[in-house]
């Protein structure tokens, strides 16, 4: 039985994501907003799993997996249901421009998203979850609205925890332990 103080215990990969975005954001990129660097880890965290970025689905039970689809399912709901599919819309965007750049600049010719600017949607996503309540579970407006302000600086962060993913060394200590 764990004391109300005991942290649950971390995988391996958590831990690695962790270490990994507090050292990029902290270290790299001078940035001290402790709640905004564990938001990043956890969305790549969560990100790891294809059904989290899949997680809303339309009305024919099929995933929404463009943005210009879940911007329609957002436009649908009203409530917490609506901030959270627009958190999931800043979510997936700040995810793929950060850490697949190449895949925000290159829709297939006759997808809705090629018109889109992936950053600005992101952005008001954000921001527009940030002015919807919840309750306690849910990441506060006050972190929602940092992450639309600084949805730009929290991209080329993730771009930076690509690279220094890219370029270690897979039998460093860092990710064995």
């Known amino acids: 039985m764990m004391s109300e103080h005991a942290q649950p215990k971390r995988s391996t990969l958590d831990r690695f994501l962790s270490g990994l975005s507090e050292y990029i954001f902290q270290t790299k990129l001078g940035v001290a907003d402790v709640q905004l660097v564990e938001y990043i880890s956890e969305l790549l965290l969560r990100f790891t799993r294809v ?104 991209a080329y962060g993730l771009r930076e925890i690509r690279r220094a993913w890219e370029e270690s060394d897979p039998s460093d200590e860092l990710i064995i332990s």
């Open 51 to 154: 059904d989290a970025i899949q997680r809303v689905r339309r009305d024919d039970g099929r995933p929404a997996t463009e943005i210009f689809q879940l911007m329609c399912e957002a436009e649908r709901r009203i409530g917490t249901a609506r901030r959270d599919v627009h958190r999931h819309i800043g979510d997936v965007t700040l995810f793929r421009s950060g850490m697949y750049p190449e895949s925000v600049r290159g829709h297939a010719r006759g997808s809705a998203d090629q018109l889109l600017d992936y950053f600005h949607q992101g952005k008001r996503s954000y921001k527009i979850a940030s002015t919807i309540e919840a309750d306690q579970d849910r990441p506060p407006c006050e972190l929602l609205d940092r992450l639309s302000d600084q949805f730009e600086l929290c």
